[in-house]
C-alpha cells in the first residue's frame, strides 16, 4: 500500500477491519447494532468509520453531542443517528432539522424540542434515557413510564426509543450489570403506549452485548469493540476482532552517545554505557503522554525499545542499543504490529496508567489519519 503521511507520525486505519468487527456483532448478537462514532470515532475517524460502518449495515450511528452528527450529516451520511448526550434547546432546531434522534430524560426539555419541531412542521425523534443505576444522565425509573405519558401528548414530539446504560458491564461480576437490567425491565414492562407502533428498546454497550445476551433488546450500541479493542480485561472482544488503528512514526535521528551524558528535559535520564538513540517525531502533543513513571515502548527493527528520559511535546527518544542497525527513516510502531512484535492499545494504557478507549481517542487531531479501505 502507497501511504505518502503529511508527516512523519500518521495513523493507518483499517476500514476493513471495521466492518468485519460489526458484522461479527451482527452476527453474535443476531441484532441491530449501532456503530458509535463519538469523539471522531474514538480517535479513528468519525467520518470514515461511519460510512464503513453503515456500508456494512449499521442500523444507526452514535455521536456524544449533536454537532457530531450534524457533521456526520453534512459529509452525506442518511444513516439514523442517535445524540446520546444533552442537547441544549437553542441547538435542537438544527439537530432536528437534519433528522437527528435526540435524548431526552426532562419533561420542560423534551417541550422545548417539541416546540422547535413545530416551528419545522415536523417531529423530534426523540429516546428517553433511563438511569438505572449508572447514576449519569437519565431520568430515574419511577419517572420513566409517567414522562413518556406526558411526552406521547405532546405535538410535534415522537417517543422513538426508550434505554439504559450500564455501569458495570466490562466486569465479570454480573450482578450489578442484572440489578440494572431487571429495573430497566420493569420499566420497559410497564410502558403504556395506546395504539402506536413499538418503541425501540436498546440498554447493551460492547460488553454488554457480548457477554449479556438478555441486554441485546432491538439494538445493541457498539462503540470500543467496533474498533476491535477490548472493553476490559475481563470481558474481552472474541479473538478474531480485528484493532482497527495502528500509530506510526519514523525515527528522526540516530546517535551514540557516551556513558554518563543527560537524554531530554531536565536531565532525568542519563546514558549508563555508550547508548545509542533513536530520535522520534512523537510527543505529548499527539497524544503520547508525558507519564510521571516513564514506561512507554515503542516498536523498531521488530523490536521493543524502551523510550527514556522525559516525553517533549513534538518528540520522543528511544534507547535502541539493543536493537542493532536502526537508521534515519526507519519506521517505528507506536499501537500495532512490526514483525512478530506488537503493542497494543491495552500496553499503552498500562503504561499510561489508563484504558485503552482513552489512548485512542487521545490520539489528536494534528496526527494525519490514513484509511486502508
Ligand atoms: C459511549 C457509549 C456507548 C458505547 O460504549 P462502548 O463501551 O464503547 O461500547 C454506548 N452507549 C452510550 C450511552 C455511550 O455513551
Redesign the pocket.
Known sequence: MDLAPSRPTYCVVDLAAIQYNLRRMQRITNTDV?A?V?ADG?GHGAVEVARAAAAAGAAWL?V?FAGEGLALRRAGLGTDILV??YTPPHLAGEAIEHDLALTVYDLEVARAYATAARVLNKRARLHV?VDTGMGRLGVDPAGAGPLVKAMEQLDGARVEGV?T?FAT??SADQSYALEQLRRFQDVVDHLELPGREPILIHAA???A?LALPAARFDLV??????YGLN?SAEVPVPPDFLPALEWKSTVSQVKTLPPGSPVSYGGEYVTRSAETLAVIPVGYGDGFRRHPKNAAQVLIGGQRVPVVGRVCMDQVVANVSEAPGVKLGDEVVLIGRQGEAAITADDAAAWWGTIN?DVVTGIMARVPRLYRR
Open positions: 449501532m458509535v463519538k474514538y452514535g456524544a446520546l448526550g434515557k434505554f446504560h458491564a466490562d454497550n460492547s460488553p452485548a450500541r457498539m462503540g470500543i469493540a467496533l472493553p478507549y
